[in-house]
């Protein structure tokens, strides 16, 4: 039998495996896990809370001996539906937590069929510390980032996607986010990722950018939704030069109306996440939005939100997050494809 081999989370080269297999419970995986790896648990969320009681209540024999019980069912069941018809040459990388008794199961039996079978020295853990500690030292070199600043509704996040399109590097810090950065931002169609995965999407990105070219970043407060940017982003953030879009508040009423169709169509969860920033404003305030929205006066609804809230919120974040004045200040009059495709062009 060849002897199975490990390699630490530095050095690891990920598309140097056929497959990339985490036998992690699948609430462990949903967390975070390494890029394009399935999940093949050899215990399940249930069985491992099994495992766990019959260690503390029982003894850690009784555990073991449960345990590979059911690491030896799950393990063949997995080689029979996936494995099975795999060639000699497949090789996997096997992970789990730390590197432990999960992995070394999962690892020793495919090693032992004739399988090129290698084990991430120290698991999941290891991995996610290298991930922090790369995060930190390529931000500690000086990323040539640009600040696209502007009020709420002059489609900020639209204007990046047309530099990406025109050949610019952006970093979309709300599209891996899955949220639109503010109180009612939620992206409808996902959840927000955990912030260990966002970390690591961050990183990804990152990765695919040169340094010495501009980057386009939106301007953010240090959470989007429920995540945090990294610190060490954040202060590079803070640092950079700022370009404004202005756009007319009329212009951005309407334009917020076409992208938030949900709101509309369920004036409940309208409701429910304008309640986010009720002790923000004045109860007449909040009463007035509630009185417009049951009359299904949307414009003079966002238009008051706009103007009493996410405007002046706006102005005072932007005083106190960036440091640098603003470079320029562009006109837009319109949200639209021709003119974002105009000012995409001035920006390459």
């Known amino acids: 039998m060849r ?13 140097d495996f056929d497959e990339i297999i985490d036998v992690r419970s699948p609430s462990e995986y949903e967390e975070d896990n390494l890029p394009n790896a399935l999940n093949m648990p050899v215990l399940n969320d249930e069985e491992r809370k099994l495992v766990g009681t019959a260690y503390k209540q029982q003894s850690p024999f009784v555990a073991r001996r449960k345990g590979a019980s059911i690491v030896a069912h ?19 990388l096997i992970y789990c937590w730390r590197g432990g008794e999960r992995s070394k199961s999962m690892a020793t039996f495919l090693n032992s069929i004739g399988w090129k079978t290698t084990l991430l020295e120290g698991g999941y853990q290891a991995y996610r510390k290298h991930i922090i500690g790369e995060l930190k030292q390529k931000l500690s070199n000086i990323y040539n980032f640009k ?29 891996l986010a899955s949220h639109k950065g503010s109180a009612l931002g939620d992206d409808m169609d996902s959840n927000q990722p955990s912030q ?27 959470r989007i939704g429920s995540l945090q940017i990294p610190a060490s982003l954040w202060t590079l953030m803070k640092d950079s030069p700022v370009i404004e879009i202005d756009v007319p508040i009329n212009e951005r009423a309407d334009y917020l109306i076409k992208e938030y169709q949900h709101f509309i169509k369920d004036k409940n969860l309208l ?14 305030l909040y009463e007035h939005w509630l009185n417009l929205i049951s009359d299904d006066k949307y414009k003079d609804f966002v238009l008051s939100i706009l103007e009493n809230h996410y405007d002046r919120a706006y102005s005072n974040s932007r005083k106190k997050t960036y440091t640098q004045e603003t470079e320029n200040t562009y006109q837009v009059e319109k949200v639209s494809k021709s003119e974002f495709s105009r000012l995409a062009k001035t920006f390459a």
Do not use: W
């Open 3 to 15: 002897e199975l081999e490990s390699v630490e989370a530095d050095k690891v080269n990920l598309s």
């Open 147 to 175: 600040i696209i600043s502007g009020f709420t509704g002059s489609g900020k996040t639209k204007l990046l996607k047309y530099l990406e399109a025109n050949g610019s590097q952006i970093l979309d810090l709300e599209g």
């Open 196 to 222: 260990k995965r966002f970390e690591r999407m961050i990183l990804e990105k990152l990765r695919e950018l040169n340094p010495s070219k501009i980057t386009f970043i939106e301007s953010e407060s240090s």
């Open 271 to 284: 409701i429910l996440k304008l309640s986010k920033v009720k002790h923000l404003i004045s109860q007449k």
């Open 74 to 92: 799950n393990i063949s069941k997995h080689l029979k539906d996936h494995f099975f018809n795999k060639e000699k040459t497949y090789s996997p």
